[in-house]
């Protein structure tokens, strides 16, 4: 067995079972070797940041990592602004990289760069393997690692001689930490925290979000008259019909600040002290007021659920009758497409146990409201800010949940970064529905024009944020990649393509026409 194959065994044994990949020479023993390993899904992806994104996609909703492959320091390269989302979402992915055999790079072919440096800011772990008898032992390494609380980017560099030398067979998985319970100081803190008069807030992210957790905040706030609110960009949320309704801290930074004013002490769960997106002259950095006091319940690698269990307990909440939402789904909106009838209609629209992929940019920010009484769904977003990451992170989503429909709500603009993802939607046939928000711009940065205070701003200065001239045909781009579409231009029209994306088994666009 040689150290590719010895390598692939290991990551089935381990639960690593899918991988997505872009190889090239330096990883052609990698993918022989699939075909002589039972239980490796090898998707392909026609650009590396569809590949990582959909790793990032794929573990968020089947809680295990999947594998990448890529090529060398250039293919890790195309693929590392969705490892840097996936890094700060603490997804786990084990990041394979093929590299020049060891002997080889002395030499500074083509293809030779310094690929652990370029991996290091963007992973929490990077080893490269030393020879073919110690790759089985990395990749387990790499699994653990990945899986460590709360999660990360695990970069595994292979020299392409440890691939193809005699191997030492298939290595077990190290024990992986279980998240770590959190002090007793830690919660005497925070139920002194709520009980110690109006103005309190719970502030979620992580595993508070998912069921459990939203049902014990729901029980503490029922308790103690705290608010409860989630960081503005979550890893994973459980909404709708019978969770408790939790609103975002809003991304502008007025409307933060807003939200925020009154706040007097603040409990973060998992969770980090909000601040701005970017800085902006006259505008603060932190969002919080001045007066507010922070106590840590949980750390992002504590155990959340566990901690909120305790904190129910202690401030005695843990009967405590909750509102949960009802299913009381908003009409089909009518008439003129707008941003908020797009999400009166998703309230209707949203299947039971629907994964909503949100890189709707400035016109989703809004569809928190009208989508709180849908059916029970997820609501994925990104937590990088790297754009780009929808179309891939929603074909993850779909290998990983294939009985359950996927609906892609993407800017234009970020689409076009990823948008060969639809290629391997359409060749997985994944059931994916994009509702495409075409505005022919790059909205949200006319806004922070503004906002940053820039000016005499004029054509030139428009040109960077406008997407026409051409015009983008996304109906005709997925068309061309093998997914079937359809282009509307009012909400009716809207209604019944997006019914009819949702009736089809397998990806489907709708192109909607913002202006
Ligand atoms: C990798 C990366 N490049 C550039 C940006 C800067 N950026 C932020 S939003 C944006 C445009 C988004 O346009 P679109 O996706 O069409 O959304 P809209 O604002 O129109 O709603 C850009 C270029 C970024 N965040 N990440
Ligand atoms: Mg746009």
């Given at each position: 067995m040689n150290g590719a194959e010895s390598l692939v065994r290991t990551l089935v044994n381990g639960g690593v079972d899918v991988c997505f990949s872009n190889p090239g020479t330096s990883e052609m023993h990698f993918v022989a070797a699939l075909d002589r390993v039972d239980g490796m899904r090898c998707v392909l992806a026609l650009f590396e940041g569809v590949a990582t994104g959909a790793a990032d996609g794929y573990a968020r909703m089947a809680e295990k990592p999947a594998a990448t492959l890529l090529h060398l320091g250039p293919g890790l390269a195309n693929g590392l602004a969705n490892l840097h989302n996936a890094q700060k979402a603490s997804t786990p992915v084990v990041n394979i990289v093929g590299d020049h055999a060891t002997y080889h790079?002395?030499?500074?072919?083509?293809?030779?760069?310094?690929i652990e440096t370029a991996a290091e800011p963007f992973s929490g772990w990077v080893r490269t393997s030393p020879d073919a008898k110690h790759v089985a032992i990395d990749g387990a390494d790499a699994i653990a690692a990945a899986m460590t609380p709360p999660g990360q980017v695990a970069t595994l560099i292979l020299p392409g001689d440890t691939a193809w030398d005699e191997g030492a067979g298939s290595a077990v998985v190290p024990k992986i930490p279980e998240r770590a319970k959190v002090s007793e100081d830690a919660i005497k803190e925070a139920a002194r925290a709520l009980q110690a008069g109006p103005a309190a807030m719970l502030l979620l992210t992580g595993l508070a979000l998912r069921d459990k957790g939203l049902e014990l905040a729901a029980r503490i706030s029922a308790k103690t008259g705290c608010r409860v609110m989630a960081q503005t960009f979550n890893r994973r949320m459980e909404r709708g019909a019978g969770r408790f309704s939790v609103e975002r801290v809003p991304y502008p930074v007025d409307q933060a600040l807003a939200a925020l004013n009154g706040t007097k002490r603040m409990v973060l769960v998992g969770s980090k002290e909000p601040v701005a997106f970017f800085a902006y002259p006259d505008?603060?950095?932190?969002?919080?007021?001045?007066y507010c006091e922070f106590t840590t319940l949980s750390r992002p690698e504590e155990d959340s659920v566990h901690a909120m269990e305790w904190l129910a307990d202690e401030v005695g909440a843990t009967k405590q009758p909750v509102d949960l939402s009802k299913y009381a789904p908003p009409a089909l909106a009518k008439g003129k497409i707008e941003a908020m009838s797009i999400a009166q209609s998703l309230g209707a629209l949203i299947p039971e146990n629907g994964i909503i992929v949100d890189e709707g940019v400035s016109t989703g920010r809004g569809f928190f409201p009208a989508t709180k009484n849908a059916h029970p769904h997820t609501w994925l977003q990104n937590m990088?800010?790297?754009?780009?990451?929808g179309m891939p992170l929603a074909t993850g989503a779909a290998v990983a949940c294939p009985d359950r429909k996927v609906i892609n709500v993407q800017a234009d603009g970020s689409a076009?970064?990823?948008?060969?993802?639809l290629w391997t939607q359409a060749r997985e046939n994944l059931d994916i529905v994009t509702i495409l928000l075409n505005n022919r711009s790059y909205a949200i940065l006319r806004m922070e024009l503004a906002n940053v205070g820039?000016?005499?701003?004029g054509r030139k200065a428009l040109d960077m944020l406008d997407l026409s001239r051409?015009?983008?045909?996304f109906v005709k781009l997925a068309s061309g990649m093998g997914v079937p579409g359809e282009r509307v231009t009012t909400m009716e029209e809207f209604n019944d393509a997006v019914a009819r994306g949702l009736a089809v088994k397998g990806p489907y666009l709708v192109e909607v026409m913002l202006v």
């Open positions: 790079r002395q030499y500074n072919s083509p293809l030779t760069s310094d505008k603060p950095s932190k969002l919080s007021p001045e990088g800010g790297s754009i780009g990451i076009m970064y990823t948008i060969q993802s820039a000016q005499n701003v051409p015009d983008l045909d």
